[in-house]
Nanobody, 120 residues
Framework: QVQLVESGGGLVQAGGSRRLSCAAS??????MGWFRQAPRKEREFVGA????????RYADSVTGRFTISRDNAKDTVYLQMNSLKPEDTAVYYC???????????????WGKGTQVTVSL
């Protein structure tokens, strides 16, 4: 059974940093994605990484501020968030899929999410 568990969420001040983790177990997938959902908004793509070579892609809104990395030995993916803004406040989800895609439908398994709140 595939299990994705996010951690690292919490309250951070604007301009600060936070690192989220996503520990994966079960089936192997080629890609791990990060998505987020702010209150009263649809879930949106943040970024993704390919396990094999570390290739990444990001949403324009986070490019230059967020970095995704992976530790293959630990089956864990990280989302390093810097220069956080109040508009980054959301529940952050990791997801497992087969393609390096920004499309939700590509991802087959999802974690339960972790809340990140950025205060002024």
């Amino acid at each position: 059974q595939v299990q994705l568990v996010e951690s690292g969420g919490g309250l951070v001040q604007a301009g600060g940093s936070r690192r989220l983790s996503c520990a994966a177990s079960g089936r192997a997938f080629s890609t791990m994605g990060w998505f987020r959902q702010a209150p009263r908004k649809e879930r949106e793509f943040v970024g993704a990484i390919r396990w094999s070579d570390g290739l990444t892609r990001y949403a324009d809104s986070v490019t230059g501020r967020f970095t995704i990395s992976r530790d293959n030995a630990k089956d864990t993916v990280y989302l390093q968030m810097n220069s956080l803004k109040p508009e980054d406040t959301a529940v952050y989800y990791c997801a497992a899929g087969s393609w390096l895609s920004a499309l939700e439908g590509i991802y087959e398994y999802w974690g339960k999410g972790t809340q990140v709140t950025v205060s002024l």
